[in-house]
T-cell receptor
Framework: EPEVTQTPSHQVTQMGQEVILRCVPI?????FYWYRQILGQKVEFLVS????????KSEIFDDQFSVERPDGSNFTLKIRSTKLEDSAMYFC??????????????FGPGTRLTVL | GQQLNQSPQSMFIQEGEDVSMNCTSS?????WLWYKQDPGEGPVLLIA?????ELTSNGRLTAQFGITRKDSFLNISASIPSDVGIYFC????????????FGAGTILRVKS
């Protein structure tokens, strides 16, 4: 069964450093997303990406964040200068983008980001 | 903003018992989804609901999309130890794009 994959599974970084989190969405999906989950809290939407551009973003997704689809398979989230409060699980998701609106988002296993 | 109120926050039940959890909101949604999350892993889709009033089953799981489009419930019948985990409701409103709004989760523990 096709699935969303993410690397690395765990990333430890120093405050102020840049990190890039990688995702390979399900191959026939057209919509890609990043969510984050701070330990013990709910999953929060960060950004969605469609047709090579950001389609929507939350207030969390400030200028420190960027997303890219550098090739036909990868989807990345970059945090330019990490802060302590960026420590969280980051989940990538993808969906088919059906015109009927019945598409479902499938999540990857997540990357645990720890900022020291 | 859109918020989902999920209850109960946690449950500790005996193996074999039925479980019920729900999500409510003051906002209207077009899609309701239920996910299960095991520790250190990503949410796994259990059931997707796309129409108001829709009742859908997946094995021992049953979920309904509330007729007002502001709520949904998930029932698990005859719980087993592997049902342990965190269950999240999530919802999408078409006018707000494709993003999912999540509930705070229900932690399920099962005594065998």
């Amino acid at each position: 069964e096709p699935e969303v994959t993410q690397t690395p599974s765990h990333q430890v970084t120093q405050m102020g450093q840049e990190v890039i989190l990688r995702c390979v969405p399900i191959s026939n999906h057209l919509y890609f997303y990043w969510y984050r989950q701070i330990l013990g809290q709910k999953v929060e939407f960060l950004v969605s990406f469609y047709n090579n551009e950001i389609s929507e973003k939350s207030e969390i997704f400030d200028d420190q964040f960027s997303v890219e689809r550098p090739d036909g398979s990868n989807f990345t989230l970059k945090i330019r200068s990490t802060k302590l409060e960026d420590s969280a699980m980051y989940f990538c998701a993808s969906s088919e983008a059906r015109a009927s609106g019945t598409d479902t988002q499938y999540f990857g296993p997540g990357t645990r980001l720890t900022v020291l | 903003g859109q918020q989902l109120n999920q209850s109960p926050q946690s449950m500790f039940i005996q193996e074999g018992e039925d479980v019920s959890m729900n999500c409510t909101s003051s906002s209207i949604f077009n899609t309701w989804l239920w996910y299960k999350q095991d520790p250190g892993e990503g949410p796994v889709l259990l059931i997707a609901l796309y129409k108001a009033g829709e009742l859908t089953s997946n094995g021992r799981l049953t979920a309904q999309f509330g007729i007002t489009r502001k709520d949904s419930f998930l029932n698990i019948s005859a719980s087993i130890p592997s049902d342990v985990g965190i269950y999240f409701c999530a919802a999408r409103a078409r006018e707000y794009g494709n993003k999912l709004v999540f509930g705070a989760g229900t932690i399920l523990r099962v005594k065998s």
